[in-house]
Structures are given as structure tokens and as C-alpha cells.
């Protein structure tokens, strides 16, 4: 397709040469045109070249300082650079568009930080199954057990639900604790009985997607039963330990309920335990010979079965320490001109890991890098709007907090949106693009491009051709694969927008040897290759910008 400025161009250049003159008759002269009208400037080239490596070490040797405390969500270190950041918006002359905030480049919201407290357990009858030893907890949220809990346990077999195939048919289970089984139903020949159509094989062993359908029924709580003894279990937790102790945030407002059985993030609202054999078994009323007896019926039905069990009444408490805390998502807004009324979003989240063991985690490319991209391109959009050439959608630049402890500011930003999702045409996300990852010569010159094609046909092709016609990198689509192992598509911002059904792509350089680690400092940041990255978002956020249809939702791949 013809992009906007080449159109401009060819109607600009559309001068033709001035008629002859009219000669005396018999003598023949030599007729001169006019000089062509010169072609018009590729502008989508003369403002990216403002994207340049020296402005992008400035401004991370702020956001990455040492001063900056790590920028973990709610604490000084973030909001010392929450004012750095709205500073910048406001000297470039972006607006600030958070109606009724006390500064209008901030948006301001709570999040629940708990964090763990000894003392839990899990009792039924006179049997007591301590926390951290036979269960633990699997999720950034309060418990619902904050005091001693009597429960009424529901068994829904293995958890899942396709097509007629459920487990859930029948069974009340709102505001209730289900216990469920881990894998997947099979046949008596160990065949799994739910296809992947179209997903990936081992879709339902995912202890997180039935958390999700579970909160999808209502459920308050959902008990995984592994098949691991007790004493497994047991070593498991205890080499886990530090990590389950380690501080939990959750979003107490999270706006409109989205069921998602796709994601590989930890489902809010609802908690989320997995337990020993010996404990599951006690929950669901169950021996093993009974569990095995159940399997197999189901298995030779092909279908759910009643259990020939009952659930006992428990008894659950789990405290924890809780305390609320305000972060804020920094905003920036440039206005469009004739299709003002449809927003482009470019984001990158500002948040890191904070000060751990009195060492600070400055996080120069998680997601420093990514941050002064999205200011470097804010820069250059607003230079050209004083120039005469703004962009015809408006276009608002995002920095995320809290995506760290669980994309908790592009949820809450997706859920409470200052413009409307309805005219918001796409994201394009930057976290990570400042290094060479592990899989990669540092010598190439590339990019890993995430999701371009999951919703919008025409956005992936908009991404190729800008690359192809300005900046040459090479692009890189392993981690857009379907059952991609380490599940990127699902780790960043751009996920909360795309699975609101608004086109994304995500542009990252992947994990290396210093992610979430105190060594991902400013030193180690290759400029001039993220100055190219952050060029190409440019060149496809101002083919987006300007084109003169909005980008078809066309696709839906997983």
C-alpha cells in the first residue's frame, strides 16, 4: 500500500512543464520546461533520525541511576521517576490527559502488597497440614483466609472445560474452593480425550488456565492436587521457600471481569494453592485406589463422571502482612489532526525490581531501554506537530508501573482507560531492547518481533515494510511461535491490550546473562543498536499514524 507521505509526495511533484513558446514560422528553437517541483521530504526519515543514541544514554543515565532505588512499584525510587518521566512529556508539549488526577500526566492507583506470615494451615478433621510444608500458594494476591475459614470443598475432576466436555456441568461452585486434579483426562488407552484443536497438546496441564476457568465459575479458591508424596512435596517447598516467602502484590480495583484461560500470567482474584498427594487426597474424601477407580470410569466414559466421593468440611487460615500502596502509570498525549478521534498507544513500563539486600537492581534495559525509546520517539513526533507535519491519529505515549510484580499497570490502565478502547487502534510495546540476547552474535543487528500477526494481518505488514524501507534489521519471530516455551507473547504490557482485542506488537531482545539481576546497569546498554529499534517502532507508528484507513482486527491466532 501507498504510504501517506509517498502519496503527498507524487501530488507535490504533479507540476508539469511550462508550453512552448510559439517560434517564428520555418525556425526552429530548442523549448525549456519549467524545473520539476522538487519530490517532497520522506518525512517518516527526516524524524527518526532524531531518535539518536547520545539523547538515549542521557536519559537512562537518570532512570538507571542509583538514585532512581531500582523504581520498584510504590516506593520512592518509582515516584522520583514518575516526575522525571511527566517532566519530560510536559517540556515536549505532550498534554497530560488523566482527568481528575492531581497532575494530569499521572494515573494514580492502589495495589495490595502482602506479604507472608508464619502460622498456616490447613485442617481436616484432626489431621493439621501446615503451610509451606504440604501446600503453598501460587499467586500475587490477599488470601482468602485471612482468618479461620470453615470450607465446604467442591471436587470438579481434572478442572477443564471443551466444547461438551466439563467438569464444571452441574456443579455449583461460586464462591466455593474446588479441588481438581493436575494433567488431563485420557481414555483407558492413555489417549487424551480433549484435542488441541489448534492449541498446544499440553494446553490443560497448565495448573493456571484452570485456575482461570475456575474463576470463570465463581470460585473463590482452587486446590491443585499434584501427585507428588508428601515427602517429594515436602523437598520441593523447602527448596521454594524463599521464593513463596517473597512479597506479593495484587490489584484490589481491577476493573471489568475478562476471563482468560489463555494466559500463562497468574489469574487475579481468585487464590490459587497446589497441594501433596497425601493432602488432595484428603481434601477431595478420597483413597488412591478411589481416585484410580474414578479415572478409569471417566476414561471408559469418555466423558465426566459423578465421583463415588465426597469433599470433607475443612478448616483453611492463611495470614499474611498487607499494607496498600499507590503507584502511578505516567501519561503523555499528543493530539492528532483530522482522525484525532483514533489513538495509536506506544508504551514501555518504567518499574524494576527496587533495592534487594541493600543492592540496588537499576534495570538499565528492563525496562530502562525501552523507556527512553518511548521518550526519544515522543520527542520526534512532537518535533514534527511543531513543524507543521503532526500525525493524523493522535497518539499517546504510556510508561507502565508494576509490570514487574504482574503487568498490573497495563491491567489497570486496559480496565480504566482514559480514552476509549473502542478508538484505540494498537499498541506498540518496547521492553528489552537495548542488548544482545543469548541466541545472537553480537554483531547482528536485529530485533524480536512479538504478536504482530495474532490479531491484525495488516499490522504485521506494516511492521515488515517499515523495516524493509528504513531500517534493515533483522527480524526475528521465535518467540511468535505457538507453544513457545518461555511464553513471551504473555510477559509484557502489549498482553493486556491484545487480549482486549486491540493489535499489538512487542518489541524485545529477550532475556541475557544480567536480567533481573543487579548487573543490568548503563554500561552494558549497546546505544546505537537501540537507537535502530527504537527507529523502526517510529517508522510503523507513523505509517500507522498516518495511513488513511485504521489497521483491520483480522485474526485471532493463539
Known amino acids: 500500500m501507498l504510504k501517506t507521505y509517498a502519496l503527498a509526495a507524487l501530488l507535490l511533484a504533479g507540476a508539469l512543464p511550462a508550453a512552448a513558446q510559439t517560434a517564428p514560422t520555418k525556425i526552429k528553437v530548442?523549448?525549456?520546461?519549467?524545473?520539476?517541483?522538487?519530490?517532497?521530504?520522506?518525512?517518516?526519515?527526516?524524524?527518526?533520525?532524531?531518535i539518536q543514541p547520545a539523547d538515549l544514554r542521557a536519559h537512562l543515565m537518570v532512570v538507571a541511576s542509583d538514585a532512581m532505588q531500582g523504581r520498584e512499584a510504590g516506593q520512592p525510587g518509582q515516584k522520583l521517576a514518575a516526575e522525571y518521566l511527566q517532566k519530560q512529556f510536559a517540556e515536549l508539549g505532550l498534554q497530560g490527559p488523566v482527568a481528575g488526577s492531581d497532575n494530569p500526566y499521572l494515573q494514580h492507583f492502589q495495589l495490595t502488597h502482602s506479604l507472608y506470615a508464619p502460622g498456616g494451615f490447613l485442617k481436616i478433621g484432626a489431621q493439621r497440614y501446615d503451610y509451606l510444608s504440604e501446600w503453598f500458594s501460587y499467586g500475587p494476591m490477599p488470601t482468602p483466609f485471612p482468618t479461620e475459614t470453615v470450607s465446604q470443598p467442591v471436587f470438579a475432576g481434572f478442572g477443564v472445560e471443551q466444547g461438551a466436555y466439563s467438569d464444571y456441568a452441574g456443579l455449583d461452585v461460586k464462591g466455593k474452593d474446588v479441588v481438581v486434579l493436575m494433567g488431563e483426562p485420557q481414555d483407558e488407552r492413555g489417549r487424551k480425550l480433549l484435542k488441541p484443536l489448534g492449541r498446544k497438546a499440553d494446553y490443560w496441564d497448565s495448573g493456571l488456565r484452570k485456575a482461570a476457568l475456575a474463576k470463570a465459575h465463581g470460585a473463590r479458591s482452587i486446590f491443585l492436587m499434584t501427585f507428588a508424596p508428601a515427602t517429594v512435596f515436602q523437598k520441593q517447598t523447602s527448596e521454594l521457600g524463599e521464593s513463596l516467602r517473597e512479597p506479593a502484590f495484587s490489584l484490589p480495583d481491577p476493573g471489568p471481569e475478562i476471563i482468560d484461560?489463555?494466559?500463562?500470567?497468574?489469574?487475579?482474584g481468585i487464590g490459587v494453592y497446589f497441594t501433596s498427594q497425601d493432602l488432595g487426597l484428603a481434601l477431595a474424601g478420597t483413597s488412591m485406589n478411589g481416585l484410580i477407580d474414578y479415572v478409569r470410569a471417566l476414561g471408559r466414559a469418555g466423558r465426566p463422571v459423578p465421583a463415588g466421593f465426597q469433599p470433607p468440611m475443612a478448616t483453611i487460615y492463611l495470614p499474611q502482612n498487607q499494607q496498600p500502596?499507590?503507584?502511578?502509570?505516567?501519561?503523555?498525549?499528543?493530539?492528532?489532526?483530522?482522525?484525532k478521534d483514533e489513538v495509536l498507544?506506544?508504551?514501555?513500563?518504567?518499574?524494576?525490581?527496587?533495592?534487594?539486600h541493600d543492592t540496588i537492581y537499576n534495570g538499565a534495559d528492563d525496562d530502562g531501554s525501552g523507556t527512553v525509546a518511548v521518550l526519544a520517539l515522543a520527542k520526534a513526533f512532537a518535533q514534527a506537530k511543531k513543524d507543521g507535519h503532526?500525525?493524523?491519529?493522535?497518539?499517546?505515549?504510556?510508561?507502565?508501573?508494576?509490570?514487574?510484580?504482574?503487568?498490573?499497570?497495563?491491567?489497570?490502565?486496559?480496565?480504566?482507560?482514559?480514552?476509549?478502547?473502542a478508538s484505540t487502534i494498537a499498541d506498540l510495546n518496547i521492553d528489552m531492547v537495548g542488548r544482545t540476547d543469548r541466541k545472537h552474535s553480537p554483531k547482528r543487528h536485529f530485533v524480536c518481533i512479538v504478536g504482530s500477526d495474532k490479531l491484525s494481518s495488516e499490522l504485521h505488514a506494516i511492521n515488515e515494510a517499515a523495516n524493509r524501507d528504513y531500517t534493515h534489521l533483522e527480524l526475528d519471530y521465535h518467540f511468535n511461535i505457538p507453544g513457545e516455551p518461555e511464553h513471551i507473547y504473555y510477559r509484557s504490557d502489549h498482553y493486556n491490550f491484545a487480549r482486549r482485542k486491540i493489535p499489538v506488537i512487542f518489541y524485545t531482545t529477550g532475556e541475557h546473562a544480567d536480567y533481573h539481576k543487579a548487573t543490568d546497569d548503563v554500561e552494558k546498554i549497546e546505544f546505537d543498536k537501540l537507537a535502530e529499534r527504537a527507529q523502526l517502532v517510529f517508522h510503523t507508528a507513523w505509517a500507522l499514524a498516518n495511513r488513511e484507513l485504521r489497521i483491520v482486527v483480522d485474526s485471532n491466532k493463539p
Not at 498507544?345 to 534487594?356: I, P, Q, R
Not at 503532526?390 to 489497570?412: H, K, Q, W
Open 30 to 50: 530548442k523549448t525549456k520546461g519549467a524545473p520539476a517541483t522538487p519530490a517532497a521530504p520522506d518525512l517518516s526519515q527526516t524524524y527518526a533520525a532524531l
Open 325 to 339: 500502596l499507590t503507584t502511578e502509570n505516567v501519561l503523555g498525549f499528543l493530539e492528532g489532526s483530522d482522525k
Open 390 to 421: 503532526g500525525p493524523r491519529r493522535s497518539i499517546l505515549f504510556v510508561l507502565m508501573t508494576a509490570e514487574e510484580e504482574g503487568l498490573f499497570g497495563s491491567e489497570y490502565y486496559t480496565a480504566h482507560p482514559v480514552f476509549p478502547l
Open 345 to 356: 498507544v506506544v508504551s514501555a513500563h518504567y518499574d524494576h525490581l527496587g533495592v534487594k
Open 261 to 268: 484461560t489463555v494466559a500463562e500470567n497468574i489469574p487475579p
